[in-house]
């Protein structure tokens, strides 16, 4: 069975500070990870999407890496800013299980300005 | 750009009534899910729905839960007969293709209430 671990849960950092979020899971045969961000009470915006090919993928101001064969995911957010204040999950989709989305339980990102 | 939209936003309904969340996914995909997340965990997979069929189903997706796709732009959720722990935020997604690699997008969700 797939699980994945967002640490920290939670992050205060204040405005400006580059910062990292981690994402780990057991189960290493992965088709693909999305990164998410949810506001309170909100859906989920997808912010990027990396292949099991792939290392890196960049959007603006985010970047995820991915190493499959360990397990990981990071999310680094440069620059940021109060808006960027939000929960953040990573879910991967594993070979064996279909199109199913296995979701972490988030980090909590507050930028203070 | 073209969005997921979900309607009611909020539905409270007594337990044992029959509930039916609605979904409009993006108009050129063609695989649609369902998800849930109570207060306080994560985000689970409900559904997968694809070609006037479910694909997938979780173990959570038992009798009291159908889907359908009536016309050719909405998708629902069916709750035969809520019980308390039905409470959750139900979100709806959907994906282009269905290739291994495709990206899912997520709507705004309904929050239902079951009290």
């Known amino acids: 069975k797939q699980e994945v671990t967002q640490i920290p849960a939670a992050l205060s950092v204040p405005e400006g500070e580059n910062l990292v979020l981690n994402c780990s899971f057991t189960d290493s045969a992965i088709y693909n990870l999305q990164w998410f961000r949810q506001d309170p009470g909100k859906g989920l915006t997808s912010l990027l999407l990396i292949q099991s090919s792939q290392r890196e993928q960049t959007s603006g101001r985010l970047n995820a890496s991915l190493d499959k064969s360990s397990g990981r995911s990071t999310l680094y957010i440069a620059a940021s800013q109060p808006g960027d204040s939000a929960t953040y999950l990573c879910a991967v989709r594993r070979e064996t299980s279909g199109s199913r989305l296995t979701f972490g339980e988030g980090t909590q990102l507050t930028v203070n300005p | 750009e073209p969005e997921v939209t979900q309607t009611p936003s909020h539905q409270v309904t007594q337990m044992g009534q029959e509930v039916i969340l609605r979904c409009v996914p993006i108009s050129n995909h063609l695989y649609f899910y369902w998800y849930r997340q109570i207060l306080g965990q994560k985000v689970e997979f409900l559904v997968s729905?694809?070609?006037?069929?479910?694909?997938?189903k979780s173990e959570i997706f038992d009798d009291q839960f159908s889907v359908e796709r009536p016309d050719g732009s909405n998708f629902t959720l069916k709750i035969r007969s809520t019980k308390l722990e039905d409470s959750a935020m139900y979100f709806c997604a959907s994906s282009k293709l269905a290739t291994p690699y495709n990206e899912q997008f997520f709507g705004p969700g309904t929050r239902l209430t079951v009290l």
């Open positions: 729905f694809y070609n006037n069929e479910i694909s997938e």
